[in-house]
């Protein structure tokens, strides 16, 4: 049974900095498309970064960020651990959210990743993160 499970929320004050992980069971994470998305009170769900799949050799994934996140946040995959992360650097007072990980479950190793919603069908339970002085 795919499951994803995020941890690393918390409370950080504005330019300070939080690692979500996102570990997957069930599955390989690091050959399919994965994401992170985000969904503020009163907001939309949002995506925020993808990473396509590996290739199991020399391919590891390429990034793709919105651009209100690019330059602070970095995504990247553990293959040993099965995990999916999100380093976010330098918050600002925009970012809080619930913060979710998705899979499409599509092994696409070199063909890029978008953040359409309705692409993604497995998801995390969301880990919540703040951002206040």
């Known amino acids: 049974q795919v499951q994803l499970v995020e941890s690393g929320g918390g409370s950080v004050q504005p330019g300070g900095s939080l690692r979500l992980s996102c570990k997957g069971f069930g599955f390989t994470l690091p050959y399919y498309r994965v994401a992170w998305f985000r969904q503020a009170p009163g907001k939309e769900r949002e995506g925020v970064a993808c990473i396509d799949g590996s290739n199991g050799r020399s391919y590891h994934g390429t990034p793709y960020y919105i651009d209100s996140v690019k330059g602070r946040f970095t995504i990247s995959k553990d293959d040993a651990n099965n995990t999916l992360y999100l380093q976010m650097d330098f918050l600002k007072p925009e970012d809080p959210a619930i913060y979710y990980c998705?899979?499409?479950?599509?092994?696409?190793?070199?063909?890029?990743?978008?953040?359409?919603?309705?692409?993604?069908?497995?998801w995390g339970q969301g880990t919540q993160v703040t951002v206040s002085s």
């Open positions: 998705a899979t499409d479950l599509v092994l696409n190793a070199g063909y890029g990743c978008r953040l359409e919603l309705r692409k993604y069908d497995r």
